[in-house]
């Protein structure tokens, strides 16, 4: 249902941009987020993105990170710069359109 691209291993400072394709088409009012998992700790909310174009971001990320999405291809992105090493977490994308869908994750390491 939704595929993530774009993780990697990325030196603290530096950038990365995570993207997650939908294979439905996105219709009516739906959110599309990235949530992220570090080792031992509790999955998280990083941001979201809704249909009308709102977005929310946790505290964390604010000022660092943005997300944005392509409706015509389906698609959410996060932009993610100065990266720091409390980043470093399994990055999943989800999709609330009614009921809520998964993607498999995508592993960003932050090396300080």
């Known amino acids: 249902q939704l595929q993530a691209y774009g993780g990697g291993l990325v030196q603290a400072g530096g950038s990365l941009r995570l993207s997650c394709v939908a294979s439905r088409r996105l219709v009516g009012i739906n959110i599309m987020g990235w949530y992220r998992q570090a080792p031992g700790k509790q999955r998280e909310l990083v941001a979201t993105i809704a249909s009308s174009g709102s977005t929310n971001y946790a505290d964390s990320v604010k000022g660092r990170f943005t997300i944005s999405r392509d409706n015509a291809k389906n698609t959410v992105y996060l932009q993610m710069n100065s990266l720091k090493p409390e980043d470093t977490a399994v990055y999943y994308c989800?999709?609330?359109?009614?009921?809520?869908?998964w993607g498999q994750g995508t592993l960003v390491t932050v090396s300080s």
């Open positions: 989800n999709l609330w359109m009614r009921e809520t869908y």
